[in-house]
């Protein structure tokens, strides 16, 4: 596959948008890559006061794009099923494509309003749901995409269906690596099932490599772990791709012609850095069985239904 960049994005005109964590990072540089070649994007960003300044940021850089921010918290439901109503309302029935890329990293043991552990509620619960309520509207747009933006840290761990909500022993780092595998496990079962009903929607994933997004030091900054999170910076300075260029695999898998239903898109350099490229996953990420057991308990945590699906 020859090295694609952003000015390989085909024209975007006409075709509508939704990123989620739109306000920084991956998201930003997604919504602004789509915004230059034309998108209607909308930036679902949990704080609209940022949503609102990373919006001032992108028109001041593209005058004239087709922009609109909406309050999207991946960690209340009833903010999820408000977002999709509100989009449902503004959009004309119309959605070619959800980017579900908002996410947390290695946090402290804590809970969605919901109740569920934060890093699986928020990184696939609250992104199953989403779909799952904008499932109309992507049916209903010839050639709409589902992009679920996971991680190469998802080898780390599969996802344990006797233990989602994490009520055993705690460990940041593989409740993360659990929470992409769900990714990954959710994009293989939507492309399952959007066959079994002949359904035109390509679902695929992607992974930014070890990209500078503001994600790593977001937790040590939480917790006031000064340390780490100098730590995690420096790390990003030295070592990181910039977002811009993590953010390519996502815009591929967004985009580029000839993206298969349940591929999966990283950085060419060993997964790390470099131009999109079909990447590696854990062969549990592509099982059946354990597809059908989380989309099922995954309905019935959120009580979302695909419908025909």
Not at 102 to 113: F, N, S
Not at 121 to 131: E, I, K, Q, S
Request: glycine content about 12%; some cysteine; aromatic content about 8%.
């Amino acid at each position: 596959m020859k090295r694609w960049t952003a000015s390989d994005i085909p024209d975007q005109t006409g075709r509508t948008a939704v990123v989620t964590g739109a306000n920084s990072g991956l998201g930003y540089v997604t919504a602004r890559e789509l915004a230059r070649r034309g998108a209607q994007v909308v930036l679902g960003c949990r704080d609209e006061t940022r949503g609102k300044e990373a919006e001032a940021r992108l028109r001041a850089e593209l005058p004239g794009a087709e922009l609109r921010v909406e309050r999207l918290d991946l960690a209340d439901l009833a903010s999820v099923r408000e977002f999709a109503r509100s989009y449902g309302a503004h959009s004309g029935g119309r959605l070619d494509l959800l980017v579900n890329n908002a996410g947390v990293m290695a946090l402290p043991h804590r809970r969605t309003v919901d109740g569920f552990e934060m890093q699986f509620g928020v990184n696939h619960l609250g992104h199953f749901a989403l779909t799952g309520l904008l499932l109309p509207m992507l049916l209903a747009t010839p050639g709409a995409r589902v992009v679920t933006v996971s991680s190469g840290m998802h080898a780390l761990a599969n996802v344990d269906l006797r233990d989602l909500g994490s009520d055993g022993r705690y460990n940041r780092w593989l409740a993360y690596a659990r929470s992409k595998s769900a990714n990954l496990l959710f994009t293989h079962e939507l492309s399952r099932r959007l066959y079994r009903a002949g359904a035109g929607i390509v679902a695929s994933a992607a992974h930014p490599g070890y990209a500078d997004t503001g994600l790593q030091t977001a937790a040590p900054r939480l917790e006031g772990r000064r340390s780490a999170e100098h730590v995690m910076a420096l790390g990003n300075r030295l070592l990181a791709q910039p977002a811009d260029t993590g953010a390519l695999p996502t815009l591929y898998a967004a985009t580029a012609t000839g993206v298969r239903p349940d591929s999966f898109y990283g950085p060419g350099r060993l997964g790390w850095r470099g131009s999109p490229y079909p990447s590696w996953r854990a062969p549990w990420t592509r099982d059946d069985t354990a597809g059908e057991r989380l989309w099922a308990a995954s309905e019935r945590l959120t009580d979302i239904r695909y419908g025909s699906l």
